[in-house]
């Protein structure tokens, strides 16, 4: 079976700081899969490794087999790879509409940012889709800059799925969501991984024991575990260098 995401041995240096030592991760297909660690672990920046944002020191990535090293972003992007960010990046200026029709036009290679021309039936078709599968379809007309914080950050989800990704990457998504928005926000997480593979960096405990199938733990660069979530709960490592007996006992 070939994997999702195999990491090679991926490091990243910044100046004397090793963000990424020597990574080795294999994920494999049809799984949730979660990454967490604390502060500084190393998670966003084996995203932007992943995504070509940042050029690893050294190592290599496969995306569904093929090499995707030193590859540019949109390359990675058109190749169905999406991501969203820790922090939240969307045009303020824009209608969320518009910021993901933006998105659907930059996986099909024809970027007319303001175009006022909405006579691409197929581009319509897939933002409808979008605004419906991330609850935003009541809001699409709204300026991105007023929405709250958790609706930004829905927005960077449909942004993201608005370039027709086969793997998400989602960096903390509910960071910021109250109660309620952050129950809804998983049930969408949980649903769209039924069509795509997700990879999601959270911090919350009961979130990631809840909804991941398979749970990554990197500590100071490196990945020290991985597996189900009865598995890591347990895992002597784990509890001793990142979580606190208490926090994965009650997760
Ligand atoms: N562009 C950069 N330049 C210099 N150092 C960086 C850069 N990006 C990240 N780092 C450093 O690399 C280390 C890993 O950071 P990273 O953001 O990947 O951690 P993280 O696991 O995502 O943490 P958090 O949970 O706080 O988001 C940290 O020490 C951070 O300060
Ligand atoms: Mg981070």
Known sequence: MTSILDIRGVSKHFGGLRA???VHLALEPDKLHAIIGPNGAGKTTLFNCITGTLP???GSILFRGRDISGLAPHTISQMGLARTLQ???VFDALSVEDNIWIA????RGVFRPFARVRDDKETADKVAAVLEETGLSAMRGETAGTLSYGDVA?????????T????LLLDEPICGMGPAETKDTIARIRRLSQRVDIVIIEHDMPTVFDLAD?????VQGGVIAKGPPEAIAENADVREAYL???EVAHA
């Not at 659907?104 to 996986?107: D, L, P, Q």
């Not at 398979?214 to 990197?218: K, N, W």
């Open 20 to 22: 990424l030592d020597n």
């Open 56 to 58: 690893a020191t050294s």
């Open 87 to 89: 922090i939240k990046s």
């Open 104 to 107: 659907a036009e930059s996986r």
């Open 154 to 162: 829905l927005l960077e989800i449909a942004i993201a799925l608005a």
């Open 164 to 167: 027709e990704p086969s793997l």
């Open 214 to 218: 398979e749970i990554t733990v990197m």
């Open 244 to 246: 606190g007996d208490e």
